[in-house]
Nanobody
């Protein structure tokens, strides 16, 4: 089970840090992803962190967002800096277990960036 938090309202240029806590399993064996879905748009992959802590980002957020994790706390983070109005979306965390492709989604947290 995944529980995301940390969303809110921020002005353009500001920062937010999202958190996603995994319960009932061990974070270190999962690929952890952050997705977002803006109103009227498809859900898109924003950032990924693998069990070996390799990271990858969508071009639109490279240099502004950083994904990290704390295996001891079973938590993955998304640090979002220099936020833009186009970053406004519901952000979701997703866990995928490479061994059997089991997938779990969190409930989403709303990020609103005002201009």
């Amino acid at each position: 089970q995944l529980q995301a938090s940390g969303g809110g309202l921020v002005q353009a240029g500001g920062s937010l840090r999202l958190s996603c806590v995994l319960s009932g399993s061990i974070l270190s064996i999962f690929d952890m992803d952050w997705y977002r879905q803006a109103p009227g748009k498809q859900r898109e992959l924003v950032a990924t962190i693998t069990p070996s802590s390799r990271t990858d980002y969508a071009d639109s957020v490279k240099g502004r967002f950083t994904v990290s994790k704390d295996n001891a706390k079973n938590t993955v983070y998304l640090q979002m800096n220099n936020l833009k109005p186009e970053d406004t979306a519901v952000y979701y965390c997703r866990a995928e277990r490479p061994s059997d492709f089991f997938i779990s989604w969190g409930q989403g947290t709303l990020v609103t960036v005002s201009s």
